[in-house]
Structure formats: C-alpha cells, structure tokens
C-alpha cells in the first residue's frame, strides 16, 4: 500500500488541518477591514476642521478597506480550494504586509494573523 505523493494535495477539502490558517486569515482580514472603515469614516470627520474636505484620507480608509476584502477572498480561496494553498498562503502573506506598511495592518494583530495563517497554508500543516 504506497500512497502517490505527486497527486496526492497537501490536506483534502474539507480536512480539518485547513481550518487554522484559514481562521487565522479571516480574523486577521476582518480586523483590516474594521481598521479601513474606522479611518474612512472618522478620518474625514476629523480633516474637516482644517478646511479641507478630508478626500485623501477617505481615499486611504477605502484603500485599506480593498486591502482587508482582499484578504478575505484569499482566506475563502484557501478554505473552497485547498489544492492551491501555497499561491493563496502567499498571497495572504503579501497583502498582510502591505496592509501592515501601508495602515499599522488591523491594529497590527490582523497582520500577524494573515502572516501566520500565510505561512500555516504555505506549510500545508
């Protein structure tokens, strides 16, 4: 009885070994996501005083708020497609960085998060 490593993926839809990384990354974008409406509702509220109209900051809040939707739909990919972890653990990865250099990244844990669930998926573990 020898198992074919080569078709065989890292864990089969559905396993339970797909549920950390994939927790980890929905937490880790629901926190940027939450971070991105807090700045697009509340930066321009506070722009307002200094007689500009706080356009630039809504643009960054909504900008931060694609960057969290964007981990969710990886985090979605990773769970509905399994086969494919490395690409969507890489991805988590890249955008949890750019979240975390572009916004603080969800309060900096949602970063965390989406780096680890990133690296979980890349492991296949």
């Not at 993926?9 to 396993?15: E, L, S, T």
């Not at 990384?21 to 321009?44: D, R, T």
């Not at 500009?52 to 739909?73: C, H, P, Q, R, S």
């Not at 497609?81 to 949602?110: E, K, M, Q, T, W």
């Amino acid at each position: 009885m020898t198992r074919d490593v080569a078709t065989t993926p890292a864990y089969p839809a559905g396993a339970a070994h797909s549920s950390w990384p994939f927790i980890l990354a929905v937490i880790g974008g629901v926190l940027v996501l939450i971070e991105g409406i807090i700045i697009a509702v509340a930066g321009p509220l506070v722009m307002v005083t200094g007689g500009d109209l706080g356009l630039g900051v809504l643009i960054f809040g909504m900008a931060v708020i694609i960057l969290g939707l964007v981990m969710l739909w990886l985090a979605l990919g990773l769970r509905q497609n399994p086969a494919r972890h490395v690409a969507f653990g890489a991805g988590l990865i890249i955008v949890s960085v750019i979240a975390l250099v572009l916004a603080g990244g969800g309060f900096v844990i949602g970063s965390i998060m989406g780096i680890i669930g990133g690296a979980w998926a890349i492991m296949g573990a």
